[in-house]
């Protein structure tokens, strides 16, 4: 029951870090950001590029668990 309640919340999270990188135009069209602060965007973009692997990792280990009969 545990593995259930934290794959739909790996879920949840990993569906709004995606809806967060908006194609082609980065965070600045997210946030109304004209893309003066190029560096510091660019690092948001990045991080959020790994957390979104690292929610897709931890999705596919939990559903591949939940697969294991007990």
Do not use: H
Request: glycine share 8%; charged share 10%; hydrophobic share 60%.
């Amino acid at each position: 029951m545990i593995f259930v309640a934290l794959q739909i919340t790996v879920a949840i999270l990993l569906i709004s870090v995606i809806l967060l990188q908006m194609k082609g135009s980065g965070l600045s069209g997210a946030f109304g950001g004209s893309g003066e602060f190029y560096r510091s965007r660019r690092s948001l973009e990045k991080m959020l590029v790994w957390i979104t692997i690292a929610l897709s990792a931890l999705f596919a280990i939990i559903s591949i668990a939940l697969l294991i009969p007990r």
